[in-house]
């Protein structure tokens, strides 16, 4: 059948709900066709994890494009052509710098920024703008969400949380100005409800729950016109859009069990119930918000994302590692070797879980490119040994060719420079001028 065009920003509605869609080959344009432009914008995310990794098992023994990845990598395998490693980059700003303890708590605020925080744990935060909200202000505005900024943990806004620095600092990466971090969004179900749509009602948690159990699937209310739509494309789109809405019903009925276990949950004081939509689950959370990342990207309602593992100085143990210590107390190994393989193995299941996110980027097209191809996604902690405490020499990934402007598969060894080097050129391949960005002292070379 001939195909009808449509347009990027078609949207499927139904009482209260609107759900975008993904790129299909009805929304190519001539250039598209030609091959002359790639059919997907570019996009850039941050992924970040606290307290630092096993350094031993992260950095690869070989430059350039013979080298193998690491045992914490090594889930990476199946994308290694998709990656760069990028060693000797620095935050040195995350250092005391004259103000005493507080790492932690300097080397999240620091990471996309790239200056030292001011020590308080009072209402006069300070510290810079993120490498993330320079995007957003520029190119925001052409997409439905500026940016997304999301996490596991719930943190604090005031208060000290580490050595006489804020909690603001502690849990946020993202920071809109000097003075205001961008909080994250922990709830899965919060996500899903902005990038879809809800139902226009209002009530308590309690009351919106119980609801739950009476309404049906959000793509119910949109059946109608998905239907329409079917009728008007052709059956490679069709193909795809089907695909697509059964991805976006299995992240809504893996969030209403959550609903339900949250409100079926006594294991826990009232005073501090999971919030619906919070898996008791670490691993099933993570993989909520990346699921929900690669739709939110998938359908362009953003293309600029933040995600925390977890605070910087996460205590959280991961009994289902067999680990039931606290990550930050591991991570002060002193070079016990039953310590250190329980730290490696944290730092093994966040590259699990995060390479598993990166082949549903690299799986899914738009036109002859993958939206990972078009995407430059920084994996990384600022600190590098979590037992030194060093900000030099960062565990740093690049994956993603920035729609064909980068290099990948590589091993870069650079002398030690400002990881800020990084964002600045990430920034010029998405079109965003910015001279300087914190301690930046110019682009870094050797990505293409």
Not at 41 to 70: C, I, K, S, T
Request: glycine letters at 10%.
């Amino acid at each position: 059948m001939s195909r009808s065009k449509i347009s990027r920003r078609a949207i499927l509605r139904g009482a209260g709900a609107a759900v975008a869609l993904p790129w299909m080959e009805a929304m190519a344009t001539a250039a598209d066709l030609s091959g002359s432009a790639p059919a997907g914008p570019r996009r850039m995310a941050f992924f970040y994890v606290p307290n630092g990794v096993h350094m031993q098992d992260w950095r690869p023994g070989a430059e350039g494009r013979d080298f193998q990845l690491p045992w914490i990598l090594e889930p990476l395998n199946p994308l290694k052509e998709d990656t760069l490693v990028l060693s000797g980059l620095a935050q040195l700003n995350a250092k005391a710098l004259g103000d005493g303890p507080g790492d932690h708590a300097r080397s999240l605020s620091c990471f996309l920024t790239g200056v030292h925080p001011v020590k308080t744990d009072g209402a006069n935060i300070k510290a810079g703008v993120s490498v993330d909200q320079v995007a957003a202000q520029k190119i925001g505005a052409a997409t439905r969400f500026p940016s997304l900024e999301l996490g596991i943990e719930r943190g604090g806004q005031s208060g000290n949380c580490d050595s006489g620095y804020s909690c603001a600092y502690s849990s946020n990466i993202s920071w809109r100005t000097p003075t205001t971090p961008t909080a994250k969004e922990i709830n899965p179900r919060l996500v899903f409800d902005r990038l879809f749509g809800g139902r226009g009602r209002s009530g308590s948690e309690a009351d919106r729950r119980k609801r739950s159990l009476y309404e049906r699937s959000l793509l119910d209310f949109v059946l109608e016109d998905a239907q329409a739509l079917r009728n008007r494309i052709g059956m490679n789109d069709r193909r795809k859009l089907d695909e697509y809405l059964t991805a976006v019903r299995e992240v809504e009925q893996r969030i209403a069990r959550a609903d339900s276990d949250a409100a079926d949950d006594s294991s826990v004081d009232v005073g501090v119930a999971r919030p619906a939509g919070v898996p008791k689950d670490y691993a099933e959370h993570v993989r909520l918000m990346f699921d929900l990342i690669v739709l939110a990207f998938q359908t362009d309602t953003t293309r600029i994302c933040t995600f925390m593992y977890g605070n910087e100085g996460s205590t959280r143990p991961y009994p289902f590692l067999e680990v039931a210590e606290g990550h930050h107390d591991l991570s002060h190994h002193g070079k016990d070797p039953k310590k250190q393989e329980k730290i490696r193995k944290i730092n093994r299941f966040h590259m699990e879980e995060f390479a598993r996110m990166l082949l549903r980027l690299k799986e899914t097209k738009e036109g002859d490119r993958s939206i990972l191809d078009n995407s430059m996604i920084v994996y990384g902690s600022g600190i590098s040994d979590g037992d030194r405490h060093n900000h030099d020499d960062l565990p740093v990934l690049l994956i993603g060719k920035g729609g064909g402007t980068i290099e990948t598969g590589r091993h870069v060894v650079y002398e030690p420079q400002p990881l800020n080097n990084l964002y600045l050129s990430m920034l010029d391949r998405m079109d965003v001028p910015c001279e300087r960005l914190g301690d930046s002292t110019g682009r870094l070379d050797k990505l293409a």
